[in-house]
Every structure is written in C-alpha cells, then in structure tokens.
C-alpha cells in the first residue's frame, strides 16, 4: 500500500510563504488526479486546489491567485506554494493522489499555522 508524507507546514507570519511537498513510499502509476485539502479545527475537510490529469487546476476561491498546485514527479507528486498567507489558512494540510483505476491515497497531513 502506497503511503503519502506530507512536508513543509510549519508557523509563518501573515504575509508570508510556505511550499508544500508530497512525498509517496513507492510509485504511483496511473495518476489522474492530484490535489490538496485542509481542515481547520472544527470544521470539515475542504478542498483547497486540485490538478487533473489533462493539465487543468482548479483552486478554492479563497486561495485563488495565492495558491499554486504543480506536479512533480511518480515519488513526489504534487507540491503547493503557498504565498502571502493569512490566519484563516490555518489548518491541517492533506495531499490525495488518485488513479485512473480508483485508487485514493491520502497523507497524514501537515499542520499549517498563521499569527496574525
């Protein structure tokens, strides 16, 4: 069973930048989707961008023009530079990978905290 990791989060100031890295314990083939979401404490989990497999993204409104999802390679699949942040993207980051055969792989998530 492929097992995501996901890295980078960490505590920023207002203003500032973080990138996202997604790290898979073996070769993902068949990929079609990649995205990632997040959940804020008491809240459900959203989607925050996602890039399908014709190239296409797509973005929450609230991060849009901030945010950029981007695809890298079958060990790192996907990435998330996050600029000029603000408090309400705090949350718990998660990547998901899916394949053209239904297959859905999550990470465990990385926390993602804003100081206003």
């Known amino acids: 069973q492929v097992q995501l990791v996901e890295s980078g989060g960490g505590l920023v100031q207002a203003g500032g930048s973080l990138r996202l890295s997604c790290a898979a314990s073996?070769?993902?083939?068949?990929?079609?989707?990649m995205g990632w979401y997040r959940q804020a404490p008491g809240k459900e989990r959203e989607l925050v961008a996602v890039?399908?497999?014709?190239?296409?993204?797509n973005y929450a409104s609230s991060v849009k023009g901030r945010f950029t999802i981007s695809r890298g390679n079958a060990k790192n699949p996907v990435f998330l530079q996050m600029n000029n942040l603000k408090p309400e993207d705090t949350a718990v980051y998660y990547c998901n990978v899916d394949t053209l055969f239904g297959q859905s792989y999550w990470g465990q998530g990385t926390q993602v905290t804003v100081s206003s």
């Open positions: 073996a070769t993902i083939f068949n990929i079609n989707n």
């Open positions: 890039s399908s497999n014709g190239g296409r993204t």
